[in-house]
C-alpha cells in the first residue's frame, strides 16, 4: 500500500470554525489511511474584521461573543491548556500515530505582541503562517472580498501581503495556502490560471525560501502543480502537505495526487514517515 505523507494541518474542535471537528476522530482517521503523522493546527486569529451588518446580526444571535460593539467580528481565543490536554489524550490513546501539536497564525506580522503570548503559553511543534484578511477598504476576511474587487486585483493583493508576511521575522515555520483565495475565485471569472500571475507567485517564493520557511501544498482546492515546479525553482528545501481539514472525513484529502505532483515536481518523502518532504539533490 502507498504510503501518504503526513497531514500538516488540520483543525479540530479546538479551532473556532470547526463545529464539526474531532481530535479523536480524526487521529482514528489517520490510522485508518495508514498516515505516519498529523500535525493539529488549530487557528489563532487575532485580526478584528469588518463584516456587513447582517452578518454582525446573524453571527450575535449565535455567538455573542464573536461580536464587538463595533460590529466588527472578533475570533475567541484558542483554549491552549484544553486543546494540548486533548493532544495528549489522543497520544496516549494512538500510540502509533505521532501526533504534533500546532497552530496555524492567522496574520502573526501584524500582531507580534499577541502572537508571542501565545508561543509562550504551551508548546506547538508546527506553526503555521497564514494570510486570511487583506486590508482593502477596510481589513476583512478574503472569503468576503470577492464581491467587492475584481478577483484579479483579490489575487495581487493577497500575494502581495502574502510577501510581506513571508518577508517578515514572524515565528512560524510554514507558508500555508499561498492559494486561499482561490477557493473563492467566481466561476464567471474562468478557470483559476496561475500562470497569469506567475510573477507575484515566484517573488513570494523566493522570499520565503530566504527566509530558510517551508511551502505547504494545500490540498484543498489543491495547488496547482505549477506552483510547486516554481517553489523548487526558487530554492525552496521542503514541502509540507496540508489538507486543512475540519472535519475528520477529509483529512488527508486527495493525498495521493499532491505526493505523485510533488515527487514529478523535485520533492521527494523526507528519511522519516513523518519528516517534511525534500527537493532533490539533482532532477
Ligand atoms: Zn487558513
Ligand atoms: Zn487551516
Given at each position: 500500500m502507498l504510503v501518504l505523507p503526513p497531514d500538516g494541518h488540520v483543525h479540530t474542535e479546538?479551532?473556532?470554525?470547526?463545529?464539526?471537528?474531532?481530535m479523536e476522530r480524526s487521529c482514528a482517521r489517520a490510522v485508518e489511511l495508514g498516515l505516519p503523522s498529523i500535525a493539529f493546527t488549530e487557528h489563532a486569529d487575532f485580526t478584528r474584521w469588518v463584516i456587513d451588518p447582517d452578518v454582525a446580526a446573524r453571527t450575535r444571535s449565535r455567538h455573542?461573543?464573536?461580536?464587538?460593539p463595533d460590529d466588527r467580528f472578533s475570533p475567541p481565543p484558542l483554549d491552549v491548556a484544553g486543546y494540548l490536554a486533548c493532544v495528549q489524550r489522543c497520544r496516549d490513546r494512538f500510540p502509533g500515530l505521532r501526533i504534533l501539536s500546532g497552530t496555524e497564525l492567522g496574520e502573526p506580522h501584524w500582531h507580534k505582541d499577541a502572537v508571542n503570548a501565545l508561543l509562550g503559553t504551551g508548546t506547538f511543534d508546527r506553526v503555521l503562517g497564514s494570510v486570511h484578511s487583506l486590508e482593502l477598504d477596510a481589513i476583512r476576511l478574503v472569503d468576503l472580498l470577492f464581491d467587492r474587487a475584481e478577483p484579479a486585483d483579490l489575487i495581487q493583493a493577497y500575494l502581495g501581503e502574502a510577501l510581506r508576511l513571508a518577508e517578515s521575522t514572524a515565528p512560524f515555520a510554514v507558508l500555508a495556502?499561498?492559494?486561499?483565495?482561490v477557493r473563492h475565485w467566481p466561476a464567471e471569472a474562468g478557470p483559476f490560471d496561475a500562470t497569469r500571475f506567475e510573477d507575484e507567485y515566484r517573488t513570494v517564493l523566493e522570499a520565503l525560501a530566504r527566509s530558510g520557511r517551508v511551502l505547504e501544498l494545500n490540498?484543498?482546492?489543491?495547488?496547482?502543480?505549477v506552483i510547486v515546479r516554481w517553489w523548487y525553482e526558487a530554492g525552496g528545501e521542503a514541502l509540507v502537505f496540508g489538507s486543512?481539514?475540519?472535519?475528520?472525513?477529509?483529512?488527508?484529502?486527495?493525498f495521493a495526487y499532491a505526493a505523485s505532483a510533488a515527487e514529478a515536481t523535485g520533492f521527494h518523502a523526507g528519511r522519516y514517515p513523518h519528516d517534511f518532504w525534500r527537493r532533490n539533490a539533482i532532477r
Open positions: 479546538w479551532s473556532w470554525d470547526a463545529a464539526d471537528g474531532s455573542p461573543a464573536w461580536i464587538g495556502h499561498i492559494d486561499y483565495p490540498t484543498r482546492v489543491p495547488l496547482p502543480a486543512d481539514a475540519h472535519w475528520p472525513a477529509v483529512v488527508a484529502r486527495r
